[in-house]
């Protein structure tokens, strides 16, 4: 926790002291320049504090912030240095690291061109005639209708199936390979677990899956990379209870 406190103290002191060496003026006065790449990361990292402490229900005042960064740098001690107050610290700035991380890993997502390419593809599939879009995602075309049992999600089933990337990339067929898999229901995406209890036996049903009923940020396979939208067409054989 310290190394992490750390490395937020500097980022912030480094927000602080540019408008400690403005002098007196009021922190609305002490207009930064936030064209430099430094800068905005310390306005940022010192408004996103500030939100967290909002939504933490803990009152900020920008003077007090800036009289603390102050007492640090000229080496003073804290004015009101005491186990609780470390506590709530300590609480509020993990709960920022954790905000961060999960900004970061969000911006990553959406700017990595697989997590594009499967959105552009779902909401345009989504308009075509036939595919219908469950509560969680998944969208699937009925290509055939069964008229056998439909499984569970603790069933074993027995299929053929063909996957493909949405650029049409085959990434792995059973078809292909000429024979049918079996396997618990339960053990396979959440994708293919909710898509074949819509599916009765002798059906064969086309299914869109969504990166995060697939296989989430995770590089499965040389073809799968992370936020990878997935296309199986699957036909039902049998379900084994």
Not at 57 to 69: C, E, F, H
Not at 185 to 209: A, C, D, H, P
């Amino acid at each position: 926790m310290k190394k992490k406190i750390s490395l937020l103290a500097a980022v912030i002191a480094a927000a602080a002291l540019s408008a400690c060496n403005q002098g007196e003026k009021s922190s609305e006065q002490a207009a930064v320049d936030l064209t430099d790449s430094q800068q905005q990361l310390s306005y940022q990292a010192g408004y996103q504090l500030a939100k967290q402490m909002q939504r933490d229900s803990m009152t900020a005042n920008a003077d007090a912030v800036a009289q603390g960064v102050r007492d640090a740098l000229n080496g003073a001690d804290s004015k009101v240095a005491s186990k609780e107050v470390d506590t709530q610290l300590d609480g509020l700035l993990s709960g920022y690291l954790i905000l961060r991380q999960d900004i970061i890993a969000e911006e990553r997502k959406l700017n990595h061109p697989n997590y594009q390419a499967g959105k552009a593809f779902l909401e345009e599939n989504a308009t075509k005639e036939g595919v219908v879009t469950t509560d969680s995602g998944l969208q699937y075309k009925v290509v055939k209708e069964g008229e056998g049992a439909s499984p569970a999600a603790t069933d074993t089933v027995e299929v053929h199936y063909h996957g493909t990337l949405v650029d049409g990339t085959v990434f792995d067929s059973s078809v292909e390979r000429g024979e049918t898999i079996s396997f618990p229901l339960n053990r396979v995406i959440s994708g293919w677990t909710e898509g074949l209890q819509l599916m009765k036996e002798g059906g064969k049903t086309i299914f869109y899956i969504p990166y995060n009923l697939a296989y989430g940020d995770q590089q499965r396979s040389a073809e799968i990379g992370p936020y990878s939208a997935l296309i199986f067409e699957v036909e039902l054989f049998k379900v084994n209870p």
